[in-house]
């Protein structure tokens, strides 16, 4: 078949062939290449992320009364525990940055490695270990964690199921996710090529750099709530039991502390693939540099002192509820400025409509209503009002799948030929956002609706005014799924049997481009001199 | 950047990147332990006479003798690292070996301390502790934690300079390239720093 096309180009000598003297496996698990290492993130985060698409596939089915003789309520306590810890700790964290940062961020500022090559396989290695030990905590002791993914106290210390030993898990994934934290920093203030000033840096690298320092800030406070947690459980040190004069409100304060800056982790990362994907396909230089890699240190910044505003509910002060009730809405005012810049960016744009782009745009649309819909709950009179309903389950996963998974799938479609330097199939990436666009909205829409008629979430059953409702998304979920498997299966054929795609097969003009797909073992041939900005397309402005 | 044309992997040397990385990681380290020291703040606000009272039953001149050790240990650490700036090997070599001492002398007063605490049944989930106001039982929770916490830093913090103490020996850490040991000592001071605080909220509280 092959001697049919005699014009096409070769698969060149890259980073994928095993040239050390281990091969197979056992040269990936032990390779400190920042290329293999992103790529065992992403084959296993892509492992839990499809572990926690069938578990959420079956919570929706057993909302159609379906299964109830397998699926037990405790059951489905344990179901949506699961699914938002494998989702959250072991796919939407180590998601953007540990994969394309790994895998790009080198690249993007023409250097030959991370910083800290070796610590940067050990955190694949804490990743690996967290994540055993949470799939070990499922079927040992009492049973899999039953307390959502929040392991709110008191219920997380009065469960009979292994908390304990999930908690350590989460605590152990907390250690990967800072030593990348530091190793991307550092690698950014120190590897950068010649000539790079900050302000040449492309803007996923600055997205990289406000997500590190959540990373390096926020995780710590994590550890040491889970270490609580833990003890607790343990020897019973009483800080967050009321009858030896602890508060389970501190708990909630150390845990969102962290969490709510995670949200951060999860999204900054997403918009920054996006800011790079956007001029690439518009052809024309980003829309407002400045403000963007600004507004990424801004929503790092304030993001941090928002977390109050899940527990407006909870019973704190006055004073307090207005405080992080403003600070909410004022997060939004940088998000809002990276939605402006990049619609700009493609006003006038000569637009060149490939699937990176049409994921990129749908990250849009549903990361605004993602993002809207989180405006709303900062308001006080609605957030009591749809506090623990569908509502928030809405909002969240529109922020989380609609923005962070959408962003993930079109940096995917952008980086792949690049990463395995071969191309998939376009209209099958076409034909798989038709059922993803439409099943993602009537599964999360109806959420949004459901809730504000006032579906609690995490319940096992529903009242039959709800019924309707309930079938809509169920039957959303179906094209959801559906759409996935197209996604992938594509990706898939396209990693074996996939035509050689070139060096630069959108015409992008960041560092990633000018080496060969994919990259060989050192990066470059040469370290590149930067003598201009990131995005230069034509005669136009940008440098 | 010098790294133009250097091959791969093999001789990629950054001493600046390398203490800025630990310095990062030092800041996770005092970010986890302030976690603790909110907690802390928090509870001796709401309980501010049990917090006295317990803090009394405290035996403050171990807590004294021990922070005088940890001092001497972070000391003899800066000792080691001039020493091995000026290529004086046995020098170093004696300064890392006498701050392990010295960490190790501290996890020894520590352990008598606990063991008193706990003949006295000053524990979690003690019956003694049970007919204590709830204050001082939190108390003793956040002390038991928190010392804890430190103490295995220590343990840490000795494993660490143990092996550092052998890189000196075969030459791995010289007059050249020290900025492995440097990082050694940095950790070591941050775990005497936080023993700083720790001696007057438990130890000086009454």
Redesign the interface.
């Known amino acids: 078949m092959d001697s049919m096309r005699p014009t096409q180009p070769e698969i060149p000598e890259s980073f994928l062939d095993d040239t050390g003297p281990r091969k197979g496996i056992l040269a990936w698990i032990t390779s400190?290449d920042h290329k293999r290492v992103g790529i065992l993130y992403l084959y296993s985060a892509m492992t839990f992320f499809w572990i926690a698409v069938a578990i959420g596939f079956l919570m929706r089915l057993v909302q159609l009364q379906m299964f109830h003789h397998l699926v037990t309520p405790q059951w489905y306590n344990a179901l949506f525990t699961i699914h938002g810890v494998l989702m959250i700790f072991l796919f939407v964290i180590p998601g953007l940055p540990p994969v394309f940062g790994n895998f790009m961020l080198p690249l993007l500022i023409g250097?030959?490695?991370v910083?800290?090559?070796r610590?940067n396989l050990a955190s694949w290695y804490f990743f690996i270990g967290g994540a055993v030990i949470v799939v070990v905590s499922l079927f040992t002791g009492g049973g899999p964690p039953d307390t959502g993914w929040t392991f709110y106290v008191p219920f997380s210390l009065k469960t009979g199921t292994n908390v304990t030993l999930a908690v350590f898990g989460a605590f152990t994934l907390g250690f990967s996710s800072?030593l990348t934290?530091?190793?991307f920093?550092?690698t950014i203030?120190?590897?950068?090529?010649?000539g790079m000033g900050w302000l040449r840096m492309p803007l996923f690298v600055w997205s990289l750099y406000a997500t590190s320092w959540i990373q390096?800030?926020a995780?710590?406070?994590l550890?040491?709530?889970l270490?609580?947690v833990m003890?607790e459980r343990i020897?019973?040190?009483?800080?967050f039991d009321?009858?030896?004069?602890?508060?389970p409100i501190?708990y909630q304060h150390?845990f969102w502390t962290y969490s709510h800056p995670a949200v951060y982790i999860m999204i900054l990362p997403a918009m920054g693939a996006i800011t790079e994907i956007l001029p690439t396909f518009a052809k024309r230089t980003i829309f407002g540099y400045k403000a963007i890699a600004f507004s990424s240190i801004a929503i790092a910044g304030v993001g941090s002192l928002v977390w109050a505003h899940h527990m407006f509910t909870s019973g704190i002060s006055q004073f307090a509820l207005m405080l992080f009730s403003l600070l909410t809405m004022v997060v939004a005012v940088p998000s809002a400025i990276k939605v402006f810049n990049w619609t700009a960016t493609l006003y006038k744009g000569a637009i060149d409509f490939q699937p990176p782009l049409l994921y990129a745009l749908t990250f849009i649309f549903l990361f605004c209503i993602g993002g809207l819909t989180g405006v709303m709950q900062g308001a006080l009179a609605v957030n009591v009002h749809v506090h623990d309903t569908y509502f928030i389950v809405g909002h969240f996963h529109y922020v989380m799948f609609g923005g962070t998974g959408f962003a993930f799938f079109a940096a995917l479609l952008y980086w792949f030929p690049k990463m395995y330097g071969r191309m998939y199939s376009k209209k099958a990436a076409y034909v798989a956002w038709v059922p993803l666009f439409i099943g993602f909205n009537m599964l999360y829409f109806t959420m949004l609706v459901l809730g504000l008629q006032g579906m609690p979430r995490r319940y096992y059953n529903h009242l039959p005014m709800f019924d309707t409702g309930h079938e809509i998304a169920t039957v959303g979920s179906w094209f959801l799924v559906a759409g996935l498997i197209i996604f992938f299966a594509n990706l898939v054929v396209a990693r074996f049997r996939g035509a050689p795609a070139g060096n630069s097969p959108w015409g992008g003009s960041t560092l990633e481009w000018t080496t060969t797909s994919p990259p060989p073992?050192?990066n470059f041939a040469?370290?590149p001199t930067i003598t201009h900005g990131p995005y230069v397309y034509g005669t136009e402005e940008g440098a | 950047?010098s790294?133009?044309?250097t091959?791969?992997?093999e001789e990629?040397r950054?001493d600046?990147?390398a203490r800025?990385?630990m310095w990062?990681?030092l800041?996770?380290?005092?970010?986890?332990?302030?976690?603790?020291f909110?907690?802390y703040s928090?509870?001796r606000a709401?309980?501010p006479f049990?917090f006295h009272h317990a803090g009394s039953e405290m035996n403050a001149v171990l807590g004294v003798t021990n922070t005088l050790v940890l001092l001497t240990s972070s000391l003899t650490m800066v000792l080691a690292i001039v020493a091995i700036q000026r290529g004086e090997k046995r020098r170093a070599m004696l300064g890392v070996g006498g701050t392990i001492l010295l960490g190790a002398v501290f996890l020894v007063n520590k352990a008598f301390e606990w063991t008193a605490e706990i003949h006295h049944g000053n524990y979690?989930?003690s019956a003694h502790l049970a007919t204590l106001?709830?204050?001082?039982?939190?108390f003793f929770?956040?002390y038991?934690?928190m010392t804890g916490?430190h103490g295995l830093h220590v343990l840490v913090g000795i494993s660490v300079l143990s092996v550092m103490l052998e890189m000196v020996r075969r030459g791995r850490i010289n007059a050249d390239r020290f900025v492995t040991l440097e990082n050694g000592g940095l950790y070591w001071h941050l775990v005497d720093v936080v023993w700083i605080f720790l001696l007057p909220l438990f130890y000086l509280a009454a």
């Open positions: 400190t250097a030959r490695d910083a800290f090559p610590l800072m934290g530091i190793n920093i550092t203030h120190r590897m950068r090529a010649p390096v800030l995780t710590p406070i550890a040491i709530t270490v609580l003890l020897v019973g040190i009483g800080i009321p009858a030896k004069g602890g508060d501190l150390l073992t050192e040469e370290i | 950047m790294l133009a044309g091959p791969h992997v990629h950054d600046f990147g800025l990385g990062l990681f800041l996770t380290e005092m970010l986890l332990f302030s976690g603790l909110l907690g928090y509870m709401r309980y049990e979690p989930g106001p709830p204050g001082e039982q939190v929770g956040l038991y934690t916490l």
